[in-house]
């Protein structure tokens, strides 16, 4: 069974300022790794994946993330962030290559950029 | 048109109400999937449709009840709901499943009083 725990519910940040989400997984099997952005009232979309190769994933708006098997973490990050980056964002895991199947998700991170 | 349109956007009804959900997707998608947001609670899966075809029915009370007529639409029909049904629900499709990246619609708001 997979499972996906992102430790911070809230974060809060000034704008131009880093922010760091934390998630860390458990899973027996390969994992692919996911995250999701939800902005008010809107679905989710997704930011970036790591589904082999390089542990260090590019994504869109300026955000990357990186794998850490060791650690069982896929923590996104991004250096400077803007008041349109308030939003809430998920980690998701999946034990199959494609996206399509069945992902478990993080409770999500709620951030709120101040200015 | 957008990938994954959802409606309505906001529905309120009592527990003794009939109503549906509606998603349909202009991506060309064979799967297409019904999850449940829900306050403080990771998304759940509810159910998944792939050419049709259901795969997916994660233990959801059968006062959900979907229906799929075709890749491009999605039914999620409502009866008998209680009040801790009240969530966002958001559809989402993707090439088929097993295939491809997530794409979600905006999601329906669900209040059931």
């Known amino acids: 069974a997979q499972s996906v725990t992102q430790l911070d519910s809230q974060v809060p940040v000034f704008e131009e300022a880093p922010v760091e989400l934390r998630c860390n997984y458990s899973s027996s099997v390969s994992v692919y790794l996911f995250w999701y952005v939800q902005y008010p009232n809107q679905g989710l979309q997704l930011l970036l994946k790591y589904l082999s190769g390089s542990t260090l994933v590019k994504g869109i708006n300026g955000f990357e993330a990186e794998f850490n098997k060791s650690q069982t973490s896929f923590h996104l990050r991004k250096p400077s962030v803007h008041i349109s980056d308030t939003a809430e964002y998920f980690c998701?895991?999946?034990?199959?290559?494609?996206?399509?199947?069945?992902?478990?998700f993080g409770g999500g991170t709620r951030v709120l950029v101040k200015p | 048109e957008t990938g994954v349109t959802q409606t309505p956007r906001h529905l309120v009804m009592g527990m003794t109400n009939k109503k549906s959900l509606k998603c349909e997707q202009h991506?060309?998608?064979?799967?297409m999937y019904w999850y449940k947001q829900s306050a403080k609670k990771p998304l759940e899966l509810m159910f998944v449709?792939?050419?049709?075809?259901q795969t997916e029915n994660n233990s959801v009370p059968s006062r959900f009840s979907p229906e799929c007529p075709n890749s491009s639409h999605l039914f999620l029909h409502l009866h008998t709901l209680q009040p801790e049904d009240s969530a966002l629900y958001l559809c989402?499709?993707?090439?088929?499943w097993g295939t491809g990246e997530l794409f979600f619609g905006e999601g329906s708001r669900l209040t059931v009083l």
């Open positions: 991506l060309g998608h064979n799967a």
């Open positions: 449709y792939n050419f049709k075809e």
């Open positions: 998701a895991v999946s034990d199959n290559k494609a996206a399509g199947n069945k992902l478990t």
């Open positions: 989402a499709s993707s090439q088929a």
